[in-house]
């Protein structure tokens, strides 16, 4: 792509289409109500956009279908499987290449072997999974990122970047032994994607190795980490996404991989170590309850999927449309006065709800409101990250508010077109016009935990 092109064009043509469906006003308030006004329980069929997640939503090439059609269904030894072997071992030097059927699974295996009761595991922000499969081996996850980290208006180029001197204190007051590993998360992903700049990386690698404890990188959107490197830091403009995530993993024992994300499939994951003892140790679980060392709980068709997307994900011109995309639309917004976290991260806009509808307290989820306005008046699904999902019960029966009241934006991988975004924007702007007349909500059913997939609302 000639970069001296203002515009930014969608770096493939389209071989196959899906039709989305569009709904009428009275036909998306009849899904609402049925819905309970959560989007996590609408037909996916009625959304006309569908903004969720990223995860296993984007689209495949034609490559990867093609490749898909010469996987080795082999159970043992397959040559799907050594490919995707060749291709993680050239990207991250890592010596053992274990697959898995999703992130989560890879990191199940790993801290089941690795992590203690008692233990503490220090990261930039530990996802969700991430953080669940920790402490369900009763360890302790701790979110070490920088300060600037936790404030969705500061502009900062490196966000997702580590806390040095926090993580300096964490081993000297719990103790280098009581640390099984070191964790960074790439991009930060429950940190609104924000990147971590090589030289945090090189530091925190540093500050690890120098008190005997590995480093393990959860490498699920390494590839736009990379490209934010390459524009964000001085001394990689130079350079090619490959050889900055090969630098990247240089300075790792290990990664995390879940390829719904930067592996452009729809399922599959892997976990990469150098040590091993403990590559054999996982692989010994990962047979009890994933499948053989050389599946892993996955076809061969997948593992060509996923070899021949982690190629893909880091051509330049696919990098440059990506990160391009997500950053006009958070241009856009903020151009209409919509509040949103900044800067954009690398895979999606979140949207301030409490500046936007000040009206709302949290007790009413002025985030969940405004995600259902937006299905409203266009069959746009975002996702609430606020209150909804993160508030906690007190003692007296109301409820501990989330820190933030976010709605975000998640752009699935190669599927949506300017096009697509100019009218996710056109339909914020005309919510955003009439945001004085929304109102909030309140949860009239909810499960004991992750309520937030389940509860029924009813408009206040
Ligand atoms: C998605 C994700 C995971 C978990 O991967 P799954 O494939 O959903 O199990 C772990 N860490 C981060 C940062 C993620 O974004």
Same mark, same amino acid.
């Given at each position: 792509?000639?970069?001296?092109f203002?515009t930014?064009?969608?770096?493939f043509?389209?071989k196959?289409?899906e039709q989305i469906k569009?709904t009428?006003?009275a036909?998306?308030?009849q899904?609402?109500?049925?819905a309970?006004?959560?989007?996590f329980?609408?037909?996916?069929?009625?959304?006309?956009?569908?903004?969720?997640?990223?995860s296993g939503?984007?689209? *495949?090439?034609?490559?990867?279908?093609?490749?898909?059609m010469?996987?080795?269904?082999?159970?043992?030894?397959? $040559?799907?499987?050594?490919r995707?072997?060749?291709?993680?071992?050239e990207?991250t030097?890592?010596?053992?290449?274990?697959?898995?059927?999703?992130?989560? =699974?890879?990191?199940r295996i790993?801290f089941?072997?690795?992590?203690q009761a008692?233990?503490?595991?220090? !990261?930039?922000t530990?996802?969700?999974?991430?953080?669940?499969n920790?402490?369900?081996?009763h360890?302790?996850?701790?979110?070490?990122?920088?300060?600037?980290?936790?404030?969705?208006?500061?502009?900062?180029?490196f966000k997702?970047?580590?806390?040095?001197?926090?993580? $300096?204190?964490?081993?000297e007051?719990?103790?280098?032994?009581?640390i099984?590993?070191?964790?960074?998360?790439?991009?930060?992903?429950?940190?609104?994607?924000?990147p971590?700049?090589m030289? !945090?990386?090189?530091?925190?690698?540093?500050?690890?190795?120098?008190?005997?404890?590995p480093?393990?990188?959860?490498?699920?959107?390494? =590839?736009?980490?990379s490209?934010f490197i390459?524009?964000r830091e001085?001394g990689?403009?130079?350079?090619t996404?490959?050889a900055?995530?090969?630098?990247?993993?240089?300075?790792?024992?290990?990664?995390?991989?879940? =390829?719904?994300?930067d592996?452009?499939? !729809?399922?599959?994951?892997?976990?990469?170590l150098?040590?091993?003892?403990?590559?054999?140790?996982c692989?010994n679980l990962?047979?009890?309850?994933?499948?053989?060392?050389?599946?892993g709980g996955?076809a061969?068709?997948? *593992?060509?999927?996923?070899?021949?997307?982690?190629?893909?994900?880091?051509?330049?011109?696919y990098l440059r449309y990506?990160? $391009?995309s997500?950053?006009?639309?958070?241009?856009a917004?903020?151009?209409?006065?919509?509040?949103?976290?900044?800067?954009?991260?690398?895979?999606a806009v979140?949207i301030?709800?409490?500046? *936007?509808l000040?009206q709302?307290?949290?007790?009413?989820?002025?985030?969940?409101?405004?995600?259902?306005?937006?299905?409203r008046?266009g069959?746009i699904?975002p996702?609430?990250?606020?209150?909804? *999902?993160?508030?906690?019960?007190?003692?007296d029966g109301?409820e501990?508010?989330?820190?933030?009241?976010?709605?975000?934006?998640?752009?699935?991988?190669?599927?949506?077109?300017q096009?697509?975004?100019?009218y996710?924007i056109?339909v914020i =702007?005309?919510v !955003?016009?009439? $945001?004085?007349?929304?109102?909030?909500?309140?949860?009239?059913?909810q499960a004991p935990?992750?309520?937030?997939?389940?509860?029924?609302?009813?408009?206040?």
């Amino acid at each position: 792509m000639d970069p001296t092109f203002k515009t930014i064009i969608e770096p493939f043509r389209v071989k196959t289409v899906e039709q989305i469906k569009f709904t009428t006003p009275a036909y998306r308030e009849q899904a609402l109500r049925e819905a309970g006004y959560n989007l996590f329980l609408l037909h996916a069929e009625d959304v006309l956009i569908d903004l969720l997640t990223d995860s296993g939503t984007g689209a *495949m090439s034609a490559r990867q279908w093609g490749m898909m059609m010469i996987g080795d269904e082999s159970y043992a030894g397959s $040559r799907s499987f050594y490919r995707l072997e060749a291709v993680v071992k050239e990207i991250t030097g890592f010596k053992h290449v274990i697959p898995t059927h999703q992130g989560r =699974a890879a990191e199940r295996i790993l801290f089941s072997t690795a992590v203690q009761a008692g233990q503490v595991v220090p !990261n930039n922000t530990h996802f969700d999974t991430t953080r669940a499969n920790i402490e369900y081996t009763h360890a302790e996850a701790r979110d070490l990122v920088i300060p600037e980290g936790r404030q969705p208006g500061v502009i900062h180029p490196f966000k997702g970047n580590m806390d040095l001197d926090a993580l $300096r204190q964490t081993i000297e007051e719990v103790g280098a032994e009581r640390i099984p590993m070191i964790m960074l998360t790439l991009t930060n992903n429950s940190g609104g994607g924000q990147p971590v700049s090589m030289a !945090n990386i090189r530091a925190v690698s540093e500050i690890a190795h120098a008190n005997g404890i590995p480093l393990i990188i959860d490498a699920c959107r390494f =590839a736009e980490n990379s490209w934010f490197i390459k524009i964000r830091e001085e001394g990689y403009a130079d350079k090619t996404p490959l050889a900055i995530a090969q630098e990247i993993f240089s300075y790792a024992d290990g990664c995390t991989m879940s =390829a719904k994300k930067d592996g452009l499939a !729809n399922i599959g994951g892997f976990l990469a170590l150098n040590d091993d003892d403990l590559a054999q140790q996982c692989r010994n679980l990962l047979i009890l309850t994933e499948g053989f060392p050389t599946y892993g709980g996955l076809a061969g068709y997948d *593992m060509e999927a996923i070899a021949q997307g982690l190629r893909e994900v880091l051509d330049e011109d696919y990098l440059r449309y990506r990160i $391009r995309s997500t950053e006009y639309l958070a241009e856009a917004l903020t151009a209409e006065g919509v509040p949103i976290v900044q800067p954009p991260g690398g895979h999606a806009v979140y949207i301030d709800a409490r500046a *936007m509808l000040p009206q709302i307290p949290s007790s009413q989820y002025p985030a969940q409101a405004l995600a259902v306005e937006l299905y409203r008046e266009g069959g746009i699904r975002p996702v609430e990250i606020g209150s909804m *999902m993160f508030g906690r019960p007190r003692e007296d029966g109301t409820e501990e508010p989330a820190a933030l009241e976010l709605v975000r934006l998640t752009i699935p991988r190669r599927v949506y077109t300017q096009s697509h975004i100019d009218y996710v924007i056109e339909v914020i =702007a005309r919510v !955003n016009a009439r $945001r004085e007349d929304i109102r909030g909500y309140r949860i009239v059913w909810q499960a004991p935990f992750l309520r937030h997939f389940t509860a029924r609302l009813e408009p206040l």
